[in-house]
């Protein structure tokens, strides 16, 4: 038995239903404010509060996803909420009213959560112990290449094809996602791994839902590093076309996300494996200030030129980042948690996103993008504090307790 290996077939269809489910979303993401103004006849206002709903969807139901899996097991959750993704992807072709659209958009985020949650933490459970920094690297890699070429598939099939084919195609993805997801062999069960060594049955994790193991509190300095991170990151995702439209330079608004993706890309696999020998510390200090740079740069960007290599500088800080923090959760949170801990993550990372993307709205209309981005720049640069004292000041304090 391969216990080191990592590209196990099962490993390979959990990275792909990540892809195809991440692509989906993205696609939704970027086109949907064009669909609620030009296909609705909605408002701004109207446009922005259905991300919204999806976001608080999302944060309401995630910390549930852990106790779900360990009460059902791992492998069932992650094909029932594919399955129910796929539906409320359906879903879009049957809206016939800006009502409608914001049920079907706190459903859909609700399953999004629990379908990103239950597939993370069964890649997790598939990755040998000593590749975890690299395994979770790679499977976050395939979520960066959705987060790039999403955007780009969803305008262009909009503009192209309409709504009636953008809403088809994230049906066919949510379609493989579900495939790819049932396809898995390995039978995972948190509750089993839990109560492995006294053969007792799964059945006494069967327990009522509770409210105080929603979170994995190991995890939480690390998540609250990643809040600040993902509020300073839903400035680039959520006003990026509105952005490049100001400067004149909206036909090089997809090419920022091609030179950001290229970027996330190409270090990735030696990002994970520095994680594994050297430590976290080496990677995420640097890649806060590469992201923070970027962040500057795209603040004065006024030419093509500018406008490309910010994007390339913040694929790259962002892009080393993300798994980084991720990896710390995990391995911060006993075996039987890390499910949690993932769920934990994406909690407080969803958080920001959503409440980063109101507040920089705001700040953005009272005083411009390029004002919004340089304090993205500081906000990601104070995320270096954060981390110190959170994580790398208490783990050295305890790592010298450790040696008294």
Not at 220 to 239: E, Q
Not at 264 to 289: N, Q, W
Request: hydrophobic fraction near 50%.
């Amino acid at each position: 038995m391969h216990t080191n290996k990592l590209w196990s077939a099962d490993f390979i269809k959990l990275c792909l239903s990540s892809f195809f489910l991440f692509f989906s979303f993205y696609t939704l993401a970027t086109a949907l404010s064009v669909y609620v103004t030009n296909g609705l006849g909605g408002t701004d206002t109207q446009a922005g509060l259905s991300m919204t709903v999806f976001v608080l969807a999302s944060v309401l139901l995630r910390p549930f996803a852990s106790q779900l899996m360990t009460r059902y097991g791992e492998r069932k959750i992650v094909i029932i909420s594919l399955m129910l993704f796929l539906l409320f992807s359906i879903a879009y072709l049957g809206v016939f009213g800006y009502a409608m659209l914001l049920l079907v958009r706190f459903f859909h985020g609700g399953t999004f959560a629990i379908a990103t949650t239950s597939t993370n933490t069964a890649a997790i459970h598939i990755i040998p112990e000593r590749r975890k920094g690299e395994g979770i690297s790679y499977f976050s890699l395939f979520m960066s290449l959705a987060m790039v070429i999403g955007p780009f598939a969803g305008l262009t099939i909009t503009s192209h094809g309409g709504f009636t084919a953008m809403f088809i195609l994230c049906a066919v993805c949510a379609l493989l996602s579900f495939v790819l997801g049932a396809a898995t062999k390995r039978q995972v069960n948190v509750a089993n791994s839990v109560n492995a060594h006294t053969n007792q049955p799964p059945v006494r994790e069967k327990s009522k839902l509770q409210w105080h193991k929603l979170v994995e509190r190991k995890a939480l300095p690390i998540a609250l590093s990643g809040f600040v991170v993902a509020f300073a990151y839903s400035g680039l995702v959520t006003f990026m076309s509105v952005y490049t439209h100001e400067q004149a330079l909206d036909s090089y608004g997809s090419y920022f996300f091609v030179c950001f993706g290229i970027m996330i890309v190409l270090p990735r696999p030696i990002i994970g494996k520095l994680l594994d020998r050297v430590g976290e510390h080496i990677i995420v200090y640097p890649s806060i200030a590469i992201f923070a740079i970027g962040m500057l740069l795209l603040s004065q960007a006024s030419s093509p030129s500018l406008l490309l290599l910010s994007g390339g500088v913040i694929g790259l800080g962002y892009g080393a980042l993300l798994p980084c923090f991720q990896t710390i959760a995990v391995l911060a949170a006993p075996a039987h948690s890390r499910g949690l801990a993932t769920a934990t993550f994406y909690l407080l990372f969803d958080l920001g996103y959503g409440i980063g993307s109101y507040s920089l709205g705001s700040l953005a209309s009272g005083f411009g993008y390029r004002t919004m981005y340089m304090v993205c720049s500081v906000i990601i640069a104070f995320s270096s504090v954060i981390y110190f004292i959170l994580h790398h000041h208490r783990k050295q304090m305890k790592a010298n307790v450790g040696h008294v």
